[in-house]
């Protein structure tokens, strides 16, 4: 299965379990469940991918190392704001007093 059509099954899946749980979740907590599960674009993902495996097959290109520099560091704040949602969705879980 290519990449672009994996990624489009995981983020349905994610919606459809999103969906699932949205009846015992507030609407923060399901902003929070859809911002934790956020990754790059199908597009990205996919131009990111092709750039580490010429990477690893040491064909890129100066300019395609700046390019997934930028990818990297795109993911990198992806992750950053994946965890701060995690430690926010955790503090909101969290019992009083605890």
């Given at each position: 299965m290519p990449v672009g059509e994996l990624a489009?099954?995981?983020q349905d899946l994610l919606r459809l379990h999103a969906h699932r749980l949205a009846p015992v979740l507030s609407t923060t907590e399901a902003d929070l469940l859809e911002q934790i599960n956020r990754g790059l674009p199908v597009e990205r993902q996919t131009?990111?991918?092709?750039?580490?495996?010429?990477?690893?097959?040491?064909?890129?290109?100066?300019?395609?190392?700046q390019?997934?520099?930028?990818?990297?560091?795109?993911?990198?704040?992806?992750?950053?704001?994946r965890i701060k949602n995690l430690r926010f969705n955790r503090a909101q879980r969290a019992p009083a007093g605890g």
């Open positions: 489009d099954l995981v131009r990111y991918d092709e750039l580490i495996e010429k990477r690893l097959a040491e064909t890129l290109t100066p300019t395609e190392h390019e997934l520099m930028q990818l990297n560091q795109a993911v990198e704040q992806l992750n950053v704001a």
